[in-house]
């Protein structure tokens, strides 16, 4: 896998919900390897996922597109549509219930896109490294790249945990130098800051656990 597209797998892996199989797999990536100790609390990491990530909780950062930018619903069904729309042309299967603005899926998609790029230039196809960079230049500028570097700010912000302070800050970082590479100029998107909510990983009395998100290409 090259190095771009294993950069997007470890980033759509970090946002799924803490299990220690998950942890032990991103201490051992160059990301997340120096904030993630061998005797890491995965309770607190668990309660620290579900604080950010659950929009019940005062201060928790929506990880869906379609929280962002213009709140018109003609505007959001346009977008989920032209998100959707992507995943089809390209053979992309979503986890069942998963939304397809949700960042993981969109993180897993340009994943795939860049394992495609870089199996036709392995044999020599070149409509399909055309193709395939061609989209994924489009999605970025039209989707991933408008408000992943918002959101990566905000998470960075929000979050307590290292983990998610790291995720935060390398998200926005890499779809930056992705904007770049693609050519891609993204009309980004910038709201007022969220205000985390107080108390270390703590997690409301009633608040449930954010479901478990696996997005998965075909």
Not at 74 to 103: C, H
């Amino acid at each position: 896998m090259n190095d771009v597209a294993s950069t997007y797998k470890t980033l759509a892996l970090a946002f799924h919900r803490p299990n220690r199989e998950l942890l032990a797999g991103l201490r051992e990536t160059e990301v997340f390897g120096g904030v993630l100790a061998e005797d890491v609390d995965l309770d607190s990491i668990t309660r620290e996922y579900t604080r950010i990530f659950s929009l019940t909780v005062a201060g928790g950062i929506a990880p869906y597109e379609l929280e962002y930018g213009d709140p018109g619903a003609f505007s959001k069904t346009q977008r989920m549509a032209d998100v959707a729309g992507f995943y089809q042309a390209f053979g992309m299967e979503l986890a069942a219930q998963e939304r397809v603005d949700y960042i993981g899926a969109e993180l897993e998609f340009m994943q795939w896109m860049a394992l495609k790029e870089s199996r036709g230039r392995e044999v020599g196809k070149d409509e399909q490294v055309r193709v395939c960079r061609d989209a994924a230049a489009e999605f970025m500028n039209d989707h991933l790249g408008r408000w992943a570097p918002f959101f990566g700010e905000q998470l960075a912000l929000a979050a307590r945990h290292p983990l998610y302070v790291t995720l935060g800050r390398t998200l926005g970082d890499f779809i930056k130098k992705e904007c770049a590479r693609l050519g891609v100029e993204p009309d980004v998107i910038t709201l007022p800051a969220p205000q985390p909510s107080t108390g270390e990983f703590n997690c409301e009395p009633d608040c449930e656990p954010a479901e478990s998100r696996t997005p998965a290409p075909s």
